[in-house]
């Protein structure tokens, strides 16, 4: 089963109607919300993390854009600049979802950018500034899109 994290954005025109459940109903997946924000009338957004079959997945998410759903892939917008990281292991105790962690036996620190969040505690601890675009990425940021 392959999972995938994504930013959906409604307008107002969009934001009441019922077509997240569509997601289950039609396209037989999983969905969890990690996070949401409406704006009264005016936009909502939510962190989405999707879970079933890949094409079921890509299915999901053109049904969405078909309905006016903007859909922002987290793994397009997040990532690890490698060369900085020294895979000292300060960020995988913090991270809530798991997307980053220590391997043994050659003791290099994994990132898995589908189980990412973009909550930015990584960002915040890492000293070297390896995940510092992580740190400024801020979904729900009103009035912007994703950086
Ligand atoms: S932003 Fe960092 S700490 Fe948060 S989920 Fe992503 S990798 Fe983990
Ligand atoms: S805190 Fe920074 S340098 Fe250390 S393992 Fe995490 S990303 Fe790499």
Redesign the pocket.
Same mark, same amino acid.
């Given at each position: 089963m392959a999972s995938r994290n994504v930013l959906l954005i409604f307008k107002s025109s969009i934001m009441y109607k019922p077509v997240i459940y569509k997601l289950a109903k039609d396209f037989d997946l999983v969905f969890n919300i990690l996070e949401a924000k409406i704006l009264p009338r005016r936009e909502g957004r939510i962190l989405l993390e999707l879970r079933g079959e890949e094409t079921a997945i890509d299915e999901g998410i053109r049904f969405l854009e078909e309905c006016q759903v903007g859909v922002e892939r987290l793994a397009d917008k997040?990532w690890r600049e490698d060369e900085k990281c020294t895979h000292c292991g300060a960020?995988t105790g913090?991270?809530?979802? @798991?997307?980053?962690n220590l391997m043994r036996p050659d003791m290099k620190v994994v990132?898995e950018?589908d189980?990412?969040?973009?909550? @930015?505690?990584? @960002?915040l601890v890492c000293p070297f500034g390896a995940?510092k675009d992580?740190k400024l990425?801020d979904p729900f940021a009103e009035g912007r899109t994703a950086v």
């Open positions: 997040v960020c913090l991270c809530p979802t @798991g997307a980053l990132f950018v189980k990412c969040v973009a909550c @930015g505690m990584c @960002g995940m992580i990425f």
